[in-house]
């Protein structure tokens, strides 16, 4: 069975860092791109960024980028990423997927990232 | 960057109802577009990829369609559990992309 657990949220203020982790299972971790969602409270769903099966590949949205990095350790099937200059507007709930091919296809259940003083 | 937009923002209908949700492309995708479903407090979950392909163990009352810039997800006979907010996502180029979503409530 395909599981996905992210781990690592909670509260931190403005200007902080945070590491999270998605530990993954059931399937060939390293033949899969994974991505990270975020999800503000009561919004919609924002793709945060992207790696390649291999690690080599690694993409980033706008409003990230600078200050977040993906990556992944496929010798312990575990993703990451590293959030500093955290802002009040990363507040969100934070979902791994995995990426097979031009889809999403299963998602962990999410950490929540509360960024405030 | 590519812009979803997707239509309308909720969408009041009963069970037993046809459903037939929008979204539109800033420019064109070719058929590079995802739908997803997500209930409260849960992740989302795919159901269309590739613009009209179900994802495995999706009922076939779902369906999705479009091209280019315009794509429909429809849900033929909507059931209680169908009740939910839908995203689309692009995934032909980086970033990827959501639409805002068109939330499913009951009538």
């Known amino acids: 069975e395909v599981q996905l657990l992210e781990s690592g949220g909670g509260l931190v203020q403005p200007g902080g860092s945070l590491r999270l982790s998605c530990a993954a299972s059931g399937f060939t971790f390293s033949t899969y791109d994974i991505s990270w969602v975020r999800q503000a409270p009561g919004k919609g769903l924002e793709w945060v960024s992207a790696i390649s099966g291999s690690g080599a590949d690694t993409h980033y949205a706008d409003s990230v980028k600078g200050r977040f990095t993906i990556s992944r350790d496929n010798s312990k099937n575990t993703l990451y990423l590293q959030m500093n200059s955290l802002r009040a507007q990363d507040t969100a709930v934070y979902y791994c997927?995995?990426?097979?091919?031009?889809?999403?296809?299963?998602w962990g259940q999410g950490t929540l990232v509360t960024v405030s003083s | 960057e590519i812009v979803l937009t997707q239509s309308p923002a909720t969408l009041s209908l009963s069970p037993g109802e046809r459903a037939t949700l929008s979204c539109w492309a800033s420019q064109s995708i070719s058929s590079y577009l995802a739908w997803y479903q997500q209930k409260p407090g849960q992740a989302p979950r795919l159901l269309i990829y590739d613009a009209f392909i179900r994802a495995t163990g999706i009922p076939a009352r779902f369906s999705g369609s479009g091209s280019g810039t315009d794509f429909t997800l429809t849900i033929s006979s909507l059931e209680p559990e169908d009740f939910a907010v839908y995203y689309c996502?692009?995934?032909?180029?980086?970033?990827?992309?959501f639409g805002g979503g068109t939330k499913v409530e009951i009538k």
């Open positions: 997927a995995r990426e097979p091919s031009r889809r999403a296809d299963y």
């Open positions: 996502q692009q995934r032909i180029s980086w970033p990827l992309t």
